[in-house]
C-alpha cells in the first residue's frame, strides 16, 4: 500500500518552531522529488519548496526563506519541513507531496500526498 504519513504539526507560540515529517512507504522514495504545499485563503494549495532526489532544496516565498529549511533522509524514507521564528500568518494545514518528474511549484505534478498536518502559531 502506497503511504505517505505526515507528523509534526501543532500549537506553538510565535517565535518558536517545528519540525514537519513525511514518512514514505510501498513506493521508492528517493526516486521522487517532495514538494511542501500549505493551504492558504484563495488558493487551494499554495507551494512552500521543494526537495528533488539529489537532495537540492529551494523555498519559494521570501517571506519563508531564512525561516523554512526542507530536507530529506533517503535510508529512513523521510522528507522533512524545518520551521523556525514562526510567526501566526504560518498557521495554516500543511502538506507534503511526491513528484516524479522533479520539482514543480505546481500542485498538479504532484502523484502522491500526505494527509495534512495543521500548524498553529499563536501571538
Known amino acids: 500500500e502506497v503511504q505517505f504519513v505526515e507528523s509534526g504539526g501543532g500549537p506553538v507560540q510565535a517565535g518558536g518552531s517545528l519540525r514537519l515529517s513525511c514518512a514514505a512507504s510501498?513506493?521508492?522514495?528517493?526516486?521522487?522529488?517532495i514538494g511542501w504545499f500549505r493551504e492558504a485563503p484563495g488558493k487551494e494549495h499554495e507551494a512552500v519548496g521543494c526537495?528533488?532526489?539529489?537532495?537540492?532544496?529551494?523555498v519559494y516565498w521570501f517571506s519563508m526563506k531564512g525561516r523554512f529549511t526542507l530536507s530529506r533522509d533517503n535510508a529512513k524514507n523521510t522528507a522533512y519541513l524545518q520551521m523556525d521564528n514562526l510567526r501566526p500568518e504560518d498557521t495554516t494545514t500543511y502538506y507534503c507531496?511526491?513528484?516524479?518528474?522533479?520539482?514543480?511549484?505546481?500542485?498538479?505534478?504532484?502523484?502522491?500526498w500526505g494527509q495534512g498536518t495543521q500548524v498553529t502559531v499563536s501571538s
Open positions: 526537495i528533488d532526489r539529489a537532495g537540492d532544496a529551494n
Open positions: 507531496a511526491a513528484a516524479l518528474v522533479g520539482c514543480s511549484a505546481r500542485q498538479w505534478d504532484f502523484e502522491t
Open positions: 510501498g513506493w521508492t522514495f528517493e526516486k521522487y522529488s
